[in-house]
């Protein structure tokens, strides 16, 4: 299993600011993930962050909003940028230990509110 | 595209009651399923996971989900809820064959159980 921390836990930010979250995971593991969970709704994949090179973006996703980095095998960054009152949601990280058939472990969630 | 539905919204039940959460996804390949418990206040965990094998699964704290192909299904169950199994519980899917690692999540269902 993967114990992931994530920093900070929450925020209230204003319209038009940056936001830069962090995410630290106790062991080395293949793939990162960040996902957005809006109020009341499911997770959504934003993005994997891959390790040394640009992150890969789901549809509806772009670079220019959330700048991923993955600068080593254990700590990611997603930075929400330019925010508005629509980006406030839980932005959660996790991290599968390898390709294929594993689990993936979640961080506990950064609680992003946008005024 | 992919999908995952999970019938129940929201579940009321009295201790001790049996419980089973339905969840049906749209993929007709190879599936690697996953059911997230997240108590009130706490991160998502792993419940319990199908890979391959034995379709009938069990997972900690007493669940087990069955895995029926043929209904693009994969169900969770227990016996005999307790008060602590109060929680937002989701359904998950990933390709078997996807080395990308993208989980799809279904809606959630509130579980709420009375003491």
């Known amino acids: 299993s993967a114990v992931i921390s994530q920093k900070p836990s929450r925020d209230i930010c204003q319209r038009g600011t940056s936001l830069t979250i962090q995410c630290q995971v106790d062991?080395?593991?293949?793939?990162m993930f960040w996902y957005r969970q809006q109020p009341g709704q499911s997770l959504t994949l934003i993005a994997t962050a891959n390790q040394g090179s640009e992150a890969t973006y789901e549809s509806g996703f772009v670079i220019d909003k959330f700048p991923i980095s993955r600068p080593n095998l254990t700590f990611s960054t997603l930075t929400v940028s330019n925010m508005s009152p629509e980006d406030s949601s839980i932005y959660l990280c996790?991290?599968?230990?390898?390709?294929?058939?594993?689990?993936?472990?979640f961080g506990p969630g950064t609680r992003l509110t946008v005024t | 595209a992919q999908s995952v539905s999970q019938h129940n919204h929201h579940v009321i039940l009295s201790e001790a009651a049996s419980l089973e959460l339905g969840c049906n996804y749209s993929?007709?390949?190879?599936?690697?399923l996953f059911w997230y418990v997240q108590y009130p206040g706490q991160h998502l965990q792993l419940l319990l996971k199908y890979f391959s094998g034995d379709p009938l699964v069990k997972g900690i704290k007493g669940f087990e989900a069955e895995f029926i192909k043929s209904k693009f299904s994969f169900n969770l169950r227990k016996p005999s809820v307790q008060w602590s199994d109060t929680a937002e519980y989701f359904c998950?899917?990933?390709?078997?064959?996807?080395?990308?690692?993208?989980?799809?999540f279904g809606q959630g269902t509130t579980l709420q159980v009375k003491p």
């Open positions: 062991s080395q593991v293949t793939m």
């Open positions: 996790s991290a599968q230990p390898g390709q294929g058939a594993y689990e993936q472990y």
């Open positions: 993929y007709g390949g190879t599936v690697n």
């Open positions: 998950a899917v990933k390709r078997g064959s996807s080395n990308t690692g993208k989980l799809i």
